[in-house]
């Protein structure tokens, strides 16, 4: 039985290790996504001042009239992009992905206007997720995540030691031989990272086959549905975002607007997303109040604090992934992580390559 799982481990990862290993890596990079993308567009970064914000509806007639006029359909607040409001509208023709404009929260400048996909950390994004090959890469990732769970649990099955061996199986030896170096390190870190490799991977299975596991998820636990409240259509004009944003903060008290989808159809209403004041998830905004787009009443609240069992582990998947479940030091764990299968990988192979030399010899 061990000889079968360790040829199984072998091959497989001799076959798949490259691929896991971009995957990883490349996820290493999006778990700080926001401060990457303003390093490499200092643009991004507005100088410190006291000056009071201009109203969000302004910000979006700017960023409207810096494309043409064309329709804005969501807003990332400061805090989430850099420090920059960052306005998305529909995908061009031909466009990887939505066009988004950037624009300061107090002058009202257009810094960037870009298309999502085309510029490094989202052209990352892109290669992590679907390895810029749409719905089918999609699909070869969500499979990747569980063959990279099936390599952790048979490495650390053929890893795991004797008793009273805990020791030696943990240690990294060194002055030993460059084999013996890189099977220590092939296998204790495996042991070590086995946990964090498990999270990531399976959280990544998920995010990629998100409905047919909710719907599973659904047939054990009850899962709620995210609300889909209607905006009843008026004869009076429709409310602007500051007056939909007044109407949905007292909901939640000292809690920060990450983000907004705006309406899209007569019977679409206002979604305000927030970071909760005790929430470990800055970028990940868990909490939502829907705002009819011609009351400016608020037509339902989604919030992170009520949810059931199984809506709260469906609802930690993706702030898992990246780490910022766990705050600032989740996030570096996970980083660290997503270089693992690139070593092991690598050692992987050398492991391999000798040992067939040895043979041959």
């Not at 964090?196 to 991977?201: F, G, N, P, S, Y």
């Not at 047939?219 to 009843?232: D, K, N, R």
């Amino acid at each position: 039985m061990r000889r079968l799982i360790f040829t199984l481990h072998l091959y497989a990862g001799l076959g798949a290790g490259l691929l896991l290993a971009l995957i990883g890596v490349t996820g290493s990079l999006l778990v700080f996504y926001p401060q990457l993308d303003q390093w490499l567009t200092p643009a991004l970064t507005t100088p410190a001042t006291t000056a009071t914000p201009l109203p969000l509806q302004e910000i979006l007639s700017r960023a409207s009239d810096a494309v043409d006029g064309a329709e804005p359909r969501r807003l990332y607040l400061p805090g989430t992009n850099g420090d920059y409001h960052l306005v998305r509208f529909d995908t061009p023709p031909d466009a990887p992905g939505p066009l988004q404009v950037n624009v300061d929260p107090y002058t009202g400048e257009v810094a960037t206007v870009r298309t999502w996909g085309a510029y490094p950390m989202t052209w990352i994004y892109r290669l992590h997720y679907t390895l810029l090959a749409g719905t089918t890469g999609k699909y070869v990732v969500g499979v990747c995540g569980i063959l990279l769970a099936l390599f952790a649990i048979t490495g650390v099955y053929l890893r795991w030691p004797k008793r009273g061996r805990w020791r030696r199986a943990l240690a990294i030896e060194r002055g030993k031989g460059r084999f013996r170096f890189y099977f220590d390190l092939h296998g204790a870190l495996g042991l070590y990272l086995f946990p964090v490799l498990m999270v990531v991977a399976l959280s990544g299975v998920f995010m990629v086959f998100r409905a047919p596991i909710t719907g599973a998820v659904a047939a054990l636990a009850t899962v709620t549905p995210a609300p889909q409240p209607q905006s009843t259509p008026s004869d009076s004009a429709p409310v602007d975002l500051d007056q939909a944003v007044a109407a949905a903060t007292p909901v939640f008290p000292g809690a920060r607007l990450s983000r907004v989808y705006l309406p899209r159809s007569e019977r679409d209403s206002y979604r305000l997303a927030y970071v909760l004041p005790e929430s470990n998830w800055q970028r990940y905004a868990a909490s939502s109040v829907w705002v009819d787009q011609y009351s400016g009443k608020v037509l339902d609240v989604w919030d992170e604090r009520q949810l059931g069992a199984a809506d709260t582990v469906l609802a930690w998947q993706f702030p898992l992934h990246n780490g910022e479940a766990l705050g600032l030091p989740g996030r570096w764990l996970v980083f660290v992580s997503g270089w693992l299968p690139a070593l092991l990988f690598v050692t992987g192979v050398y492991l391999w390559w000798r040992k067939r030399r040895l043979k041959r010899r």
